[in-house]
């Protein structure tokens, strides 16, 4: 009966019926024989110390850890890797600014040679400072304690994907991760949702900067309902979109340090927060009807009510609860879950943790382990923590350069769709192989993770050991008997870490 009534509940909750809250349930169906499975599942891949750390603490006490984490420290040689970083060392207006001032000064050039040198040199700059901030967040998923709140970093850059190709997206994604993204991966959705929505990377890449009164561009709005919030189902119209758009009108970007001329009577209107700007000389005052209900037109404040309003929306919990199965449970996720998942979304007002925690200790999840398979970022980070575990990689450029083999580089997905979260996506043929030769240069410790760039290049030996304690106690239980006869068989270790990384199991989370 108990049952039946949370059932009933979490579905009179999506109505916003049931006056009860729906309790998440304390402990996990997360059996002791399991422990490896579900640490490869929360985190970007098992290795020794996380395994360790969760055998110690026990797996509840460890993913409620996850799920609220403390502020923790990188390893000092990875954190010294990401203090030497231009885009660490300097605030993104100034960076921005000196680019910016880089470009006019290319503008001015007159000798054909010496603009053309000096337009590569300005496009490797937004280059280098781009690859920094996928170095950066590589080294965070690689050895951050807080192993959630990193992979949930990817999932939103993922759903509020950008392309750093556009424009100079390249020199925001880093900011755009590190300050709207990366703080609210784990918090509320609302919060999240405006930060997104506040940062210059999103209002640059969906074009909302061209989105004015009586030169509406709907791009954002469009996607925002689409693919950020409601989903493609969520039952809103055209009119909704174009109701949007007029209440985004004056949302936009200033990359300079002088604000617009604003009219006398809209100056007190005038918003400008960092890189953000909301202009009143381009707002559409007017009244606008926007998901069944009138917003009064007043402006700044009428994107706070849209997005308090999409937050809201039952179709929101729905579509962000079913994502969040798909990525961390199957394909297909069952209906029950992600029913329950919502329920939990609309009873904390989005709580992001608390809707994780919902679907983390469920049956489903543990019925699951194993089974997911892994996408390109997935495969490559797993492997390099199981392989290295704690020992800090001098150089992300391999790591970099195999996700671009995979059609999987950080920033770099074209559309505003994200990456597919699906197997179909990531099995092909095309996709083994090169999975196959990473395994092979990991497994061989070739693959140049601890050389360093530069004209000077340093090396440390770091020979991978693969068949350590965490192996031989858990993870060699969870073989199928010709992934173990493969093994037997490697003349080598280099040979037995290759079988191992390229092995059906290790292709899968």
Known sequence: MRIRYLAACAALLILGGCATPLQAPATSAVKPDQLAGALNRVSWGVNQSTWRQAEKLGYDTWLDRQLHPSPAALPQAAQAQIDAMTITQKPLPQLIQELDQQRKDIEKITVDDDKKSAQQAYQQELNRVAKEAAARSLLRNLYSPNQLQEQMTWFWMNHFSVHQGKSNLRVL??????????????????????????????????????????????????????????????????????????ILTGVGVNLGSAEPKVKKELQAQYVRQGLFEFNPNRHDYGDKEFLGRTVKGRGLAEVDEAIERLSRHPATARFISRKLAVYFVADEPSPALVERMAATFASSDGDIAAVLRTMFTSDEFAQSL???????????????????????????????????????????????????????????????????????????GNAGLFKTDGPQPTERPAFPQLANALYYQTLQKTLGQPTRQVLEQATSPQEWNTFLLSSPELMHR
């Open 173 to 246: 994604v880093g900011d755009y991760e590190d300050k709207a993204v990366r703080p609210h991966a784990l918090g509320k959705f609302r919060d999240l949702l405006a930060a997104t929505l506040r940062h210059p990377a999103m209002i640059r890449y969906l074009d909302n900067e061209q989105n004015a009164a009586n030169r509406i561009n709907e791009n954002y709005a469009r996607e925002l309902m689409e693919l950020h919030t409601l989903g493609v189902d969520g039952g809103y119209s055209q009119r909704d979109v174009q109701e949007l758009a007029r």
């Open 370 to 444: 194993g089974r997911k398979f892994k996408d390109p970022v997935h495969y490559v980070v797993s492997a390099v923590r199981l392989t290295y575990d704690d020992k800090v990689i001098l150089n992300t450029g391999p790591m970099l350069s195999w996700l671009n083999r995979m059609a999987e580089p950080l920033y770099g997905r074209q559309t505003p769709d994200g990456y597919p979260l699906t197997e179909s996506g990531w099995a092909s043929p095309g996709q083994m192989t090169t999975r196959f030769e990473i395994a092979k240069a990991i497994g061989s």
